[in-house]
């Protein structure tokens, strides 16, 4: 069931909304995607989750999703974010704006390396989140070189 959102989003997408979830508390929900970390490799879909952070999220949220000047950490995020309002961050966007600040996440929703990949983004997330995973290129299961 790893890409059931992803069927769920893709009829979304076309309408550009996916809704928030009011007080979420980013507990693990029963259809949240998981992640496999053993003695300090992680399964593929995590691994690939690294990748594809690093394609398209590194540049703002900086190195292994602990933020920068530009954008929030997302590993800090993912401790009360939960998987819905993770995903409707990404698909629609956000924008936060105050007197002292101007913050614009760009939707990318139609950003097929992205969405498609959303459940092992997250995945990779978490596990960092979860203090699982250390900062840096993770070895995958089975790579003991």
Do not use: W
């Amino acid at each position: 069931m790893r890409y059931k959102s992803l069927l769920a989003l893709s009829g979304l997408i076309g309408i550009g909304a996916v809704s928030a979830i009011a007080g979420s508390s980013g507990a693990k929900a029963e259809n949240d995607p998981v992640y496999v970390v053993q003695e300090g490799h992680v399964d593929q879909h995590t691994f690939n989750g690294y990748r594809r952070y690093g394609e398209s999220c590194h540049r703002c949220h900086g190195p292994d999703g602990a933020g920068s000047s530009y954008a929030p950490s997302l590993t800090e995020s993912l401790k009360h974010l939960s998987y819905e309002d993770f995903t409707n961050v990404i698909v629609n966007g956000r924008q936060n704006v105050t007197k002292s600040q101007n913050n614009v996440m760009p939707a990318f929703g139609t950003t097929e390396d992205v969405v498609l990949y959303i459940d092992d983004i997250y995945g990779y997330l978490k596990a960092r989140s979860d203090e699982r995973l250390p900062r840096g290129r993770p070895k995958r299961i089975g790579d003991d070189s």
